[in-house]
Nanobody, 126 residues
Framework: QVQLVESGGGLVQAGDSLRLSCVAS????????VGWFRQAPGKEREFVAA????????DYSVSTKGRFTISRENARKSVYLQMDSLNPEDTAVYYC???????????????????WGQGAQVTVSL
C-alpha cells in the first residue's frame, strides 16, 4: 500500500504561481510512477502531468505543457507540481496518484493509477 497526501493548494490570482506537494508513505517510493490529475466542478477528471519512477521521463497535458513542471525527490518520498501562469481554467481539485512501475515511461490513463490522494483545491481568480 502507498498513501499519498497532497498539500499546497489555495486561492491565487490569474498569472500567479503555486506549488503542490505530494508526500508518500508506505512502500519504497522509487518503485512508483506518479501523476497529477485534476477535476473541476461539473467536469471529468483529467490528466495534468506524470513523472517516471526515476524522474528521467515526464509527460504533460496539452493545456499544462510549458506552464507546469513536475519533479520528484525519491529520498523525501515527494513529488511536486510547480504551476506557473495560472488562469481561471486551472481551477480544480488536484489529485496525486501513483502506480507500481517496472518501466521508464508513464501513462496518462487514470485507471492505471492504483493509489490516490485526497486532493487539494486550487482556485484561480481573475
Amino acid at each position: 500500500q502507498v498513501q499519498l497526501v497532497e498539500s499546497g493548494g489555495g486561492l491565487v490570482q490569474a498569472g500567479d504561481s503555486l506549488r503542490l506537494s505530494c508526500v508518500a508513505s508506505g512502500r519504497p517510493f522509487d518503485n512508483y510512477a506518479v501523476g497529477w490529475f485534476r477535476q473541476a466542478p461539473g467536469k471529468e477528471r483529467e490528466f495534468v502531468a506524470a513523472i517516471s519512477r526515476s524522474g528521467d521521463y515526464t509527460d504533460y497535458s496539452v493545456s499544462t505543457k510549458g506552464r507546469f513542471t513536475i519533479s520528484r525527490e525519491n529520498a523525501r518520498k515527494s513529488v511536486y507540481l510547480q504551476m506557473d501562469s495560472l488562469n481561471p481554467e486551472d481551477t480544480a481539485v488536484y489529485y496525486c496518484a501513483a502506480y507500481y512501475s517496472l518501466g521508464s515511461y508513464v501513462t496518462q490513463f487514470a485507471a492505471t493509477y492504483a493509489y490516490w490522494g485526497q486532493g487539494a483545491q486550487v482556485t484561480v481568480s481573475l
